[in-house]
C-alpha cells in the first residue's frame, strides 16, 4: 500500500515538472467511441500507449473529470473484463483509477469501457406534448489523459440524423446518427477543450429515483424479491396542457412520453404481482422468452418529462437456482440489482436481504464497492427472534451493474421445525383448553339456567 | 335449553351441540366465501366512496396511534375550512380493524391493514350470523334459530352492505345490533342485572359503529312501552330496562361524537320518557301494595296529572331554549319522505335515501319477504314479552325500510329471524313422526346440490330433534289428519324453495353488489373477453405523484373521500356533506359561466378540478348526469345568482345537444366535460363529438378554455382533470370597446383660472387599462 502511494507521489511529481522529465508514457493512439443514442453516455476507448525511453510499462494511470461516471471497467489483451476500483485520491479533483498490466511491455493495447449517466441533458429544458425532444451533451473534445496523446480520433454515435449543432473542430465529418471528430495529433496531456452536440434524442429518459430491493430467502424452496420503484421521466418537462386528444389522435411510437417499458425476470420467476399503493395496476403483459420472461409494464398513465410514478414489483423463484449448501453452510449468489429497463439508470438503490430466522456467522461479498448499512433484524410470520437483514446500498447504478453478490452463512436444519412445531402446539392447546373448559363447570352458583 | 331429563338431555346435547356448531360454521363459511366475488373477480381493494374514508381513517389511526386519531383535525378535508375527524365520526369500525392489527401484528402476522379492512365486514357476517341465530333461539326455537343464521348469512340484503371491500359502518353494526337486541331479550327473560349490564356494554359498542343505535334506543324503550300498555309489567323487566338505559346512556356519552346527544336532542328522549314512566309505573306498583284503594286512586289522578303536566312543561321549555335539538333533518326526512326533497337536496341527491321499490323488497329478500308474515303471524298467536319485541322490531324496521332504501339493512336480520320460524313452524307441521324415513328419501333426492342445501338439510334434522321433545307439552294432535304424501309433497316444495333462494342471493350478490365501483369490467362484446377500466385510479394515482404535495382539488363531493384516499390531496368537499353552504359554492362554481368560477376557484385556492365524464364509454353516473342536483344544492344557497330552470330547455328538458339551454352549455361543467370532446371522433361513420351517455352530439363544440387548462384525462376519458390558472399565467379575455367600464373619477382639478399654466386643446385622453400578457 505504501508503495502504491509512494509511486503515486512520484508519478504526481514527474507530472508536475512533465516538460522536463523525457522517460514518459505517452498514447500513441486512441479511437473513442461515444455512444450518445440513449440517456446514457457509454464510452469505449482502445488506447495503445508507448514507453518512450523503450521501458517496460506496468502502470497506467486513467483519469476520469466526469462526477457522474458510474461504471467503468478495463479490457485487456486477456478479453476479460475488470472492474476497476478508484484510488482514494483525487488528482486535481478528478476520480483516478490505476492499473497494473500483468505483462510488461514497451506498448500495451487495452480497452476501457465507461458508462456515465446524467450527462444529455434535455435543451430545451421544456417541450410541448407534441415538440420533439432535443437534448445536449456537454463533454470533453480530447481524450483525457494524464499522457500525452500523440493521435486520437472520437466517433459520436447519435439516436438520429436530426444535429442541430455540433463542436466544429476540424476535422470533423457529419454521416447519418454519426460524427466523427479527428484524428487530432499531438494533443498535449491534460488538455481540455469541451465537446457539445445538440441532437434529437426520443428515447426514454427515464431514471429510477429510488429502488428498494428485497429479497426474502426461505428454506422451504421459495426466494421472494421484491422491488419498489420509484420513476420519474428525466427528459424535457412538459409544458403546459396535456391534450388526451392529441396523444390519442397521434398513436406515435416515438414519442419522448413513456407508455410502457419491458423488464426482464428470471425465467423461473413465477407469482409475478405489479401493484401501487392503490392496488394491482391492470395494465401488463407477461411473455415467456426463452430464457428469460418478458414483462411489459404499462403505468398507470404515460410518463410525460417530469411525471413521476412509484410502482412494486415481485415475484418469487425457486431458491434451488440460488442457493448451494454443504451441510449447514449456505452460499446465495444472485444479482445485485435486476433489469427494469433498458439503458436505466438507478439513482439509489437500498438492497436488503431477509436470511431464515436463525442464520449465523453471515459474510458478504460484492464484484464492486457498495455501502454497507447495520444488519436490522425483522419479524415475520411465527417468528420468534427475528430474521436476520442484510442491508447495503448504492448510487448511480447502470445496467453494467446487473452482477451476482455472493452472500455465505450458516443456519441449522433444525431449526426448520420450529415453525411447524409452534404451529401444531398452539393448536394442541386449543383443543386442550376447549377439551377441560368444557367438561368442567366453573359457574359459581349451584342453580341451573332455566329459559 | 329444553326442560327434559337429564339422560336423555346430555346425550341430546351432545349431538345437538354438534349439529348446531357444524351449522353456524357452515353458514359462517358459506357466508365468508359469497362476500368473495369482487375480490377474486378484482383483487383486495376498499370499494365504493365511503369505506375509503374509513380506511384512511383506520390506516392514520394505526400509523399514529388511537390518542392522535381522537385529536385528528384533518386539513386535507373541506379547505379551508378543515375537518375534526376524531370528533366527527363514529369511531368502532377503526378500533375494531385497528385492534385486530395490532393484535395480528403483536403475533408477528404482517398483515396490510388494508386486507383487514376488506375481509372485515365478511368476517363479522359470520358472528352476525351467529348471534342471530342466539336472538332467533331467545325468541322461538333452536331450530329456527339455526334457519335465521343461515339465511342472514347469505341473504343479499344484508350482503349488499358486507362484501369484501365495503369497509363500512354496517358491516360491523349489524352484529352489534343483533346481539344488544339478544342480550336484551335474554335480560328481559332472565331479568338478570348481567345480562341487562351485557345489553348496555354491547349497545355500546354499537354507538361506537353505527349512526343507527338510534334504532336500538327508540326500539327498546318502545318494547318496554308497550309491555307496559299490555300489562306486562313485571320486576324483570323494571331491573333489566333501568340497568339498560343508565349503563348504556352513560356508556354512549363517552363517544365523543355522541357527547351530550343523549340526553339534549329528541331522538333519544322517548328512551328517557320510558325510563320516567317505567319508575312511575314502579313507584306506583309499589305505592299499591302499601295504601288502600281509595287513597292510591286520589293519589293516581293527581300524580299522574302533575306528572303529565310538569313533563310536557318541561320538555316544550327545554326544546325553546335550546337544551334539548329538535329532530334532525335526516330524522324528518324518516316521517315525511317528501321532506328531504323540499327542503335538503342534499340528503335527497343521494340515491340510497330514495324510497325503496316494491321489487327491492324481493330482489333483496326473495323467499323470506313471503315467509316473514308467517313468522309474524305465529308470533303474535303465541306471544310473550320477547315476540312483543320481535314484532316490534318487524314493524318498525318495515316502515324504515319503505322509506330509505338503505334502512333496507336493518330489516333484513328481522325478516332472517321470522322467516326462520316460519319454515321451522312448517317443518314442525310437516316433519313429524315418521319421518326418519322421509328425511332419508329426501336426503337421497338431493343429494347432488350444494353445502348451503345439505346445511339446510342438516337443520330440518336438528329441527325434528329439538322438536319432538318440544312437543311433548303440547297444542293440537293436527298431524293426524296430514297424509304422509302430502308430507313430502310439501317438504320437497319447501326445499326447492329454499335452494332456489340460495341460488338468488348468490346470482344477486356476483351479479348487483360485487363490484368495486373504482375498477369497471364490461365483456367485451365480439370476441367475450374481460376488459378491466382502472380509470379512477389512474386519474388519482395521477394527482398523487405530479401534482403538489398540498394541491386542492376541487370536485362534486362524491369523489371527495376518493382523492383524500387514493390520491391524498387536499379536497373542498367530501362525502362527510357537513356543510351545506360550503357545497352550494363548489355546485355554484361548476354551474356558472368559466369567469365567474374562475373567482369562486381563486378566492378557495383551487388548484386542481375533477370531473366525472363518461361519455366516451357511455358511463351513466357521471358529473354531467348528476349535474341538476348541482344547481339545484347551489340555488338552494344563492338563488340571486343560480336557477335551475335556467338549464332547462323552453320544454322543460335537460339536454346537451345543440338545443340545450345556453346556461347549461356555457356552465363550466359542461366545458369541462366536454372540453376537445367536439373534437373526438368515436367511431368512423358517426358524428364527432357523440355523448354516448345521453346519445346527443353536444352542442357546444368549438370552445376555449382560458382560465383552466387540461392537466390530465385518463384513457377512456372517464376522469379529467384540470389546472386552474394562476392570474398572472392567462391572457384575459379582451373587452369591446362599448362594455368597457371606467371607474368614475373623483379628481377635481386644484388649477383654477388664475394658475393655469398650460392648455392644450384636444387633448388626448389615456385610458388606463390592462394591459395584456404577450
Known sequence: MFKILYIYFLILQCFLCASKTNAEIINTNVERLLDLSSQLVKTTIKITAEETTGKPITEYVFLVADPNLA?????????????????????????????????????????????????????????????????????????????????????????????????????????????????????????????????????????VNTLERTIELSHWGNIAVKEEIQLTHAGAKLKGSFSRYDFQKE???????????????????????????????????????????????????????????????????????????????????????DHIYDNMVIDEAVIKIILPEGSTQIKFSTPYQISRRPNELVHTYLDTIGRPVVTFSKSNLVESHIADFTLNYSFEKVSLLQEPLLVSAFIYVIFLFTIVFLRLDFSITSHSHKE | MNRTPKMINSKVAGYSSLITFSILLIAWLAGFSSRLFAVIRFESIIHEFDPWFNYRATAYMVQH??????????????????????????????????????LLHVLNIPVHIRDICVFLAPV???????????????????????????????????????????????????????????????SVKTGSVFWSAGAAISYFYMVSAWGGYVFIINLIPLHVFVLLIMGRYSPR??????????????????????????????????????????MAVATLRH????????????????????????????????????????????????????????????????????????????????????AFPVGVWYCIKQINDERVFVVLYAISAVYFAGVMVRLMLTLTPVVCMLAGVAFSGLLDVFLQEDSSKRMGSAMNAVT?????????????????????????????????????NLKSIVILAVLMLLMMFAVHCTWVTSNAYSSPS????????????????????????????????????????????????????????????????????????????????????????????????GGVIGYSGDDINKFLWMVRIAEGEHPKDIKESDYFTDRGEFRVDAEGAPALLNCLMYKLSYYRFGELKLDYRGPSGYDRTRNAVIGNKDFDLTYLEEAYTTEHWLVRIYRVKKPFEFNRPSLKGTERVFPPTNFISRKNSKRRKGYIRNRPVVVKGKRTLK
Open chain 1, 251 to 337: 398513436g406515435r411510437s416515438d414519442h419522448s412520453a413513456v407508455k410502457s417499458y419491458k423488464t426482464y425476470l428470471p425465467a423461473s420467476a413465477s407469482g409475478v404481482y405489479y401493484r401501487d399503493t392503490n392496488g394491482n395496476i391492470s395494465t401488463s403483459n407477461m411473455n415467456l422468452v426463452r430464457d428469460f420472461i418478458e414483462l411489459e409494464l404499462r403505468p398507470r398513465f404515460p410518463l410525460f418529462g417530469g411525471w413521476k410514478t412509484k410502482y412494486t414489483l415481485g415475484y418469487n423463484v425457486p431458491s434451488y437456482e440460488y442457493m448451494y449448501n454443504d451441510g449447514n453452510k449456505y452460499q446465495l449468489k444472485m444479482h445485485l440489482i
Open chain 2, 448 to 484: 347432488e346440490t350444494d353445502d348451503q342445501e345439505d346445511s339446510i338439510e342438516r337443520k330440518t334434522l336438528y329441527d325434528k330433534a329439538g322438536k319432538l321433545k318440544h312437543r311433548t307439552k303440547p297444542d293440537s294432535p293436527q298431524d293426524n289428519g296430514i297424509s304422509s
Open chain 2, 65 to 102: 396511534g388511537w390518542y392522535k386519531f381522537l385529536n385528528w383535525f384533518d386539513e386535507r378535508a373541506w379547505y379551508p375550512l378543515g375537518r375534526i375527524v376524531g370528533g366527527t365520526v363514529y369511531p368502532g369500525l377503526m378500533i375494531t380493524s385497528g385492534g385486530i392489527h395490532y
Open chain 1, 71 to 207: 461504471f467503468i471497467s478495463l479490457k485487456d489483451d486477456t478479453e476479460k473484463n475488470i472492474l476497476l476500483r478508484k484510488n482514494k485520491e483525487d488528482l486535481n479533483g478528478d476520480q483516478t483509477f490505476t492499473f497494473t498490466f500483468k505483462k510488461a511491455s514497451p506498448t500495451q493495447t487495452f480497452v476501457i469501457e465507461t458508462v456515465s449517466s446524467k450527462n444529455i441533458r434535455p435543451h430545451p429544458v421544456e417541450i410541448e406534448q407534441n415538440d420533439k425532444q432535443l437534448v445536449k451533451y456537454n463533454g470533453s473534445l480530447y481524450f483525457y489523459s494524464k499522457y500525452k496523446t500523440r493521435t486520437q480520433k472520437t466517433n459520436v454515435k447519435l439516436s438520429s440524423s436530426n444535429i442541430l449543432f455540433h463542436t466544429q473542430q476540424k476535422p470533423f465529418s457529419v454521416g447519418a446518427n454519426r460524427i466523427i471528430l479527428g484524428p487530432y495529433e499531438d494533443i498535449e496531456a491534460l488538455s481540455q477543450q469541451e465537446l457539445v452536440v445538440h441532437y434529437e434524442n426520443q428515447t426514454p429518459f427515464l431514471t
Open chain 2, 237 to 278: 323487566l323494571l331491573t333489566s330496562y333501568s340497568t339498560f338505559y343508565i349503563l348504556g346512556l352513560l356508556f354512549s356519552m363517552q363517544i365523543p361524537f355522541v357527547g351530550f346527544q343523549p340526553i339534549r336532542t329528541s331522538e333519544h328522549m322517548a328512551a328517557l320518557g320510558v325510563f320516567v314512566l317505567l
Open chain 2, 518 to 613: 373504482i375498477v369497471l369490467a364490461f365483456h367485451n362484446s365480439q370476441d367475450g373477453s374481460r376488459n378491466i377500466l382502472d380509470d379512477f385510479r389512474e386519474a388519482y394515482y395521477w394527482l398523487s405523484q405530479n401534482t403538489a404535495d398540498d394541491a386542492r382539488i376541487m370536485s362534486w363531493w362524491d369523489y371527495g373521500y376518493q382523492i383524500a384516499g387514493m390520491a391524498n390531496r387536499t379536497t373542498l368537499v367530501d362525502n362527510n356533506t357537513w356543510n351545506n353552504s360550503h357545497i352550494a359554492l363548489v355546485g355554484k362554481a361548476m354551474s356558472s359561466t368559466e369567469e365567474k368560477s374562475y373567482e369562486i376557484m381563486t378566492s378557495l385556492d383551487v388548484d386542481y378540478v375533477l370531473v366525472i365524464f
Open chain 2, 124 to 186: 363479522f357476517s359470520g358472528l352476525t350470523s351467529i348471534s342471530t341465530y342466539l336472538l332467533t333461539k331467545e325468541l322461538w326455537s333452536s331450530g329456527a334459530g339455526l334457519f335465521a343464521a343461515s339465511f342472514i348469512a347469505i341473504v343479499p340484503g344484508y350482503i349488499s352492505r358486507s362484501v369484501a371491500g365495503s369497509y363500512d359502518n354496517e358491516g360491523i353494526a349489524i352484529f352489534a345490533l343483533q346481539f344488544t337486541y339478544f342480550l336484551w331479550v335474554r
Open chain 2, 287 to 370: 305505592l299499591q301494595s302499601v295504601l288502600s284503594r281509595h287513597e292510591f286512586r286520589k293519589l293516581f289522578f293527581v300524580g299522574a296529572l302533575l306528572v303529565g303536566v310538569t313533563v310536557f312543561v318541561a320538555v316544550v321549555l327545554l326544546t325553546m331554549f335550546g337544551v334539548v335539538a329538535p329532530w334532525s333533518g335526516r330524522f324528518y326526512s324518516l316521517w315525511d319522505t317528501g321532506y328531504a326533497k323540499i327542503h335538503i337536496p342534499i340528503i335527497a341527491s343521494v340515491s340510497e335515501h330514495q324510497p325503496t321499490t316494491w321489487f327491492s323488497f324481493f330482489f333483496d329478500l326473495h323467499i323470506l319477504v313471503c
